[in-house]
């Protein structure tokens, strides 16, 4: 393969790992901001996978693609506001209430999107980028949405009020509520608003970066992004760095199916593609390992109240 | 001639809790520039009538009067619009966030985008214009105690807060903190600020406060006393309605055989920083020992070390004819040490088991509960049921999941797990913390009953009240070494509080 | 001064009495409350009669009574049912599906009663249904007894499970790291190897996806067998199976109840730290927790592929997640988990000819918010109650203030 051949291949597949992480990244910082506010929601990938099809359906039937974004963001929002009804308001249990969000999404989304499965998309708009060549203009765009999320939202953590009162809630919600700030509304926004990036997570896949509904169409990437948020220890930048990672790791599969490439080519080579599939989750694993060391020096850790439902004192009436 | 105004009046407040009357009819007055004491015991009513006043609670009944006007206060917002603020026991610090974080959190200006530098300037102007130096941009985690209640004040202070309520501020204070604190307290009394503080210590009231107001049981008996006019005991006396027992009927000691001897043992804490400097303590049999000190000068490490829970990271220590190692399995001392811990709920107890469940966490492992593989289920009941005649527990059955005990009935369960297997030695660490006076009571006549049986006792309190009373010998702990030791009988408080704060006492 | 009034109040206590009984209705309104919701969703995803729909599954997964009736006449005369498979056939079924499903419920219980969140048992479901496949088609020989066979194949099981549930036990004993994610991602780990074995490589038979058919040792022996016998029996599929699932909770109920570690286990679920004060290993029994609870979803493994007797790509995945809501709805019981894998078993047969194919996991969200949601109004009580005028002496203040 020559020179420019193996640039032009490097970089497809860099484009390839931003394209394919940005889904990922909009719904680990969606968890990011949730689980700083002290409360966990494992069902991502059940407002993941209502996002991705709900965004689908509201395409094939408007073929507005905003308005399918909308609606994606609309539905894991909506999923997300029972997980935050049964853990906040009924202060049940966070884990189980979590899985049964994504149980939910999971038939919800299968039942309702069956339909529209194998359903043909239009032809994206597509850019002229040197040496990419043709690429999909809204992938570009969702991309560059993306990059501009992620410090957006550190800044609003770190800089601004509603980011201290954020995180306030999430370390000692006592002392947030005793200056006046209310924990159940806190805590219902920004659960709400991790369904809704979810949600957004799952509508760009099913609309941008692989567009078309299948029955689980997610295929675990939810559950990469809770093991996500660990690693990223709750901030958002690396969180973004994170993502693209996976990213990589989710397209290397594909882009290495090239025969070109024969020692390593996987349409050659099976074996090495299904070991490359559990690549993901396996880094993740290992991701965790290592980041838990890195917690026990630096001292690093998750917001203190997270998983602990909220009980305010008596006040009388 | 119209009174000049009083700065706070509280009348005929009335405020009901589940089963409990919190506040009955409770009259209220405080005048502007005083430190107005409120004092009674635990369970008397003073922080619930203070958490009214702040805007925490709501009355049933009552009006409350600031400068003369009727209020109603919904949230603690409304009262410190009104310019009441109140230092909580336990502080209200998020620990990851700065001073400045903290102070500015939950006000309404700015809005949206913070900018940290300017509250710093402001928060150490404040602090030094009150003479409370603090460190804006440090994290509460890096303050000691005494520096984050400054950080309480200061934002109440921040929030421009004419009166200031003070829920037991000296409890986690040295005696030379105490003494800062009140010159600052006298500072802000210069400065026109009113200070209503709430004890139980008699000595701190005499010292500090103008005017004192006790309630027992809910009600007043008696209001605003000019603290000039008052004794000591005569104060108690209101307090508790008796003549007060300073001390505890006890025989006198006869110690026996050495049961617990540390050598030069040091460990270090969860963050790393040495805990314990070369510990060499001594309990004998039939005696009790008690540790004073601040709370965070390597008590809480010298109790888990002793029990196993924390590693030592150099020196020895034994029980009876057993060295007490790295490697030890606590569990194969068994029966002979047992341990009280400091915290009944979260530590010390099984909340969803029963009380049968909870009673047999030490014995377990060996007949007649244990057997073979399995446990004897009629054992445990009978078991139960003795244990729970024999203390007094009182509970409906023995089925009942512990959560649901009171918090005096809950340390019963636990002294009696630890206590009916007869050890050697016994490690109580606060085990009056949160009890009202009958159930203090209780606990301190088992301990006592305790060492008449020859049992050894190694006593952690932070209430030296309660030190001095059960005590045989004190140690003082300061920063992870004993820094003086002594009999109890006799001992000087005054030396003893040096001693906690780390100055050096000759002789 | 305020007039005191006689006045009503609604308080909230906590319980002083626990009855089990409360549970059991928590758990029985949860199912009722989740068949209605899922109604409505039905209806939104278009069908017609969602009632209708129901009894569909009910009769699909259970059959009705007269039908039961029948098949118990033909058992006991020797002769034929009426209607055939119908008979017994909806009960065979479930049966069958019960026993993996008893199986993970089994070990989500063991997990979820000492606080470990295994949702892996799926994982460990698989690599139990693959070891058991190695044994059953590549190591021991066609020939080999039944008996023999089928306890080497549930032994691998049990050991591939407990190997596979190790690992996230070790990770979380040694490193704290935190059970939830590794689990997870060792499902897709599973997953992922099955195919591999299966649909890429060494074990599938040319084209097809597939060891192809166990040599006839290696399967369960079902009703069927014995149909010459009792015809009634002919076409039934259920087997020994669900025996195991049911040994497995007695046994786990003696464990947790009767013996010593599982005393250890409660205790740990209950209040680790007073855990560590008793001198109890918690990073042992972090591990040892795992690998049971592992080698039981590897026996549910075991189990299901005996009774498929070929291990193709089309293992249903699922079945440690199900057994996570069936530990839930049994409220860690490990006897109840019987009943409850029963019906969960009857579910699950009755919706597979419903399309659409979501709603079995739809209703089993459901289920689980409602259940976990409800879970709360059981530990608190509702007063209300008369507020008198004051009079008299103050009641005595007991309350920490």
Known sequence: MTTSALMALGLTIAFGALVSGTPLLFATIGEILSERAGVMNLGIEGMMLVGAMGGFVVWSKTDNLLLGMAAGMLFGGLLALVHAYITITLRADQVVSGLAVTFLGTGISSILGAPYVGQRVPEPLTLYVPVLGRVAAEQVVLVAIGLLFAPLVWYYLNRTRPGLNLRSVGEYPSAADSLGLSVYRTRYLYVTLGGIFSGLGGASMSLVTDAGWVDGKTSGLGWIAVGLVIFAAWDPMRGLLGSYFFGLLRRLPLDLQNPALPLISTANNPTLGRLMDMLPYLATILILIVGSREAIRKRIGAPAALGIPYVRGERGV | MPEALNAIEMRGIVKRFPGVLANDRVDFVCRPGEVHALLGENGAGKSTLMNVLAGLYRPEAGDILVGGQRVSFRSPQDAIAQGIGMVHQHFMLVPPHSVAENVVLGLHRPRFLLNLTQVEEQVAALGEQYGMKVNPRAKIWQLSVGEQQRVEVLKMLFRKAKVLIMDEPTSVLTPQEVDTLFSTLREMTGRGHTIVFISHKLDEVVSIADRVTVLRRGRVTAAALAAREVTKAGLAKLMVGREVLFQVDKKPSRPGEVVLETDRLCATNDRGLPALREVCVTVRAGEILGVAGVAGNGQRELAEVLTGLHPATSGSARLGTTRLGKRTRWQDLGQHLAHIPEDRAAVGSMPGLSVAENLILRTFREPPIGVGWGIDRAAVRKNAERLVAEYQISTPTVDLPVRMLSGGNLQKVILARETSGHPQLIIAVHPSRGLDVGATEAVHKLLIAQREAGVAILLISEDLDELLSLSDRLAVMYEGRIVGEMPAEGANIQTIGMMMAGTKVDG | ?401
């Open chain 3, 1 to 401: 001064m305020s007039r005191p009034r006689t006045s009503y109040t609604v308080r909230i206590e906590t319980r002083s009495d626990n009855p089990g009984w409360m549970g059991v209705l928590s758990s029985v309104l949860g199912v009722i409350l989740a068949l209605i919701v899922g109604g409505f969703l039905l209806k939104a995803a278009g069908a017609q009669d969602p009632i209708g729909t129901y009894r569909e599954i009910f009769k699909e997964g259970f059959g009705t009574v007269a039908d039961w009736q029948a098949g118990i006449t033909a058992l006991m005369t020797g002769g034929d049912c009426p209607k055939g498979m119908l008979c017994l056939g909806p009960l065979s079924d479930t049966l069958v599906k019960a026993s993996p499903i008893l199986l993970t419920g089994l070990a989500c219980i063991l997990a979820f009663r000492m606080k470990l969140w295994n949702i892996g048992a799926d994982g460990q479901m698989f690599l139990g249904a693959w070891a058991a496949t190695a044994v059953a088609v590549f190591i021991l020989p066609k020939t080999t007894d039944r008996v023999v066979m089928l306890g080497a194949m549930a032994l691998a099981g049990l050991l591939a499970g407990m190997g596979y549930g190790a690992i996230p036990g070790v990770l979380k004993a040694r490193l704290n790291i935190n059970e939830i994610i590794t689990t997870l991602m060792l499902n897709y780990v599973a997953y992922k190897w099955m195919e591999f074995f299966v649909v890429v490589g060494p074990w599938s038979i040319g084209d097809f996806e597939s060891t192809g058919r166990f040599p006839k040792p290696a399967t369960w022996p079902r009703l069927t067998e014995f149909a010459d016998r009792f015809p009634a029996l002919s076409g039934l599929t259920a087997h020994p199976g669900i025996l195991l699932g049911i040994g497995a909770a007695i046994l786990l109920a003696w464990v947790l109840f009767r013996s010593r570690w599982g005393y250890e286990i409660r205790v740990i679920g209950d209040n680790p730290k007073a855990a560590r004060y008793a001198g109890i290993n918690l990073p042992r029994n972090v591990l040892l927790v795992m690998m049971f609870s592992g080698a039981l979803a590897g026996l549910a493994g075991m189990n299901e592929v005996a009774a498929l007797r070929e291990l193709n790509g089309r293992f249903q995945k699922g079945f440690g997640f199900t057994g996570v809501i069936v530990a839930w709805l049994a409220r860690l019981n490990p006897l109840a988990a019987i009943l409850v894998a029963f019906l969960f078993g009857g579910l699950l047969v009755g919706t597979k000819m419903i399309m659409p194919q979501g709603i079995a996991s739809m209703l089993q969200g459901v289920i689980l918010f409602v259940v976990v949601g409800t879970e709360l109004l059981f530990r608190y009580r509702l007063h209300l109650e008369k507020v008198e005028p004051e009079r008299g002496p103050a009641a005595e203040v007991s309350h920490d203030d």
